[in-house]
């Protein structure tokens, strides 16, 4: 039987694991295999590269984002205009591409159709291009029924939705049809 005083030790070591943020970290990394805890073991486990198997965890789901725009990628000679909140398909029956909206400019979208999940802006040095490097494209809202925020000039509250609301700015959304 264990003593009370390695009981304590037990505790205050377990205290301060979980104090230092890292007993979070090390619980999302049970049960992702040995690869994934051999990761932990260079250095501290949270400056390890995440678990594939908890990163839901750690980012906010996809559908909480607001920023998310589904379109048409069948390139310029389509003119279907197709999108979208969700997944789906355009009119022409081709899946549509997932984007982030950068910047919305009067009824127009700005898009950065990079790797799902991405996050990045409009570069600074190019108007013309993501963050990532890919070419902004342009989406006119115009007629599809969807909410977004423009809250005047280039507005960069990057809010689409579906149904009516509010973008983060305050402001209510707006529909161009």
Not at 47 to 62: I, N, S, V, W, Y
Not at 78 to 90: D, F
């Amino acid at each position: 039987m264990m003593g009370r005083k390695t009981v304590y030790w037990l505790l205050a070591g377990l205290l301060v694991l979980l104090l230092s943020g890292c007993g979070p970290c090390m619980m999302h990394h049970k049960g992702c295999g040995e690869d994934c805890r051999a990761k932990m073991g260079q250095g501290s486990p949270c400056a390890a590269a995440p678990c594939p198997k908890a990163q839901g965890m750690m980012q906010a789901p996809e559908s909480a984002r607001k920023d998310v725009l589904y379109s048409c990628n069948c390139g310029p000679a389509c003119k279907c205009g197709s999108v979208g909140v969700a997944p789906g398909n355009c009119a022409c029956g081709k899946p549509l591409a997932w984007g982030h909206l950068v910047r919305v400019e009067g009824d127009e979208a700005l898009l950065c159709n990079c790797k799902e999940g991405c996050q990045c802006k409009i570069d600074p040095n190019d108007p013309t291009k993501c963050g990532c490097g890919n070419p902004v494209k342009r989406i006119s809202l115009k007629g599809s029924g969807l909410y977004f925020c423009n809250c005047g000039g280039a507005c960069a509250c990057n809010t689409v939705s579906a149904q009516p609301g509010e973008c983060r700015c305050g402001m209510p959304l707006k529909t161009m049809d």
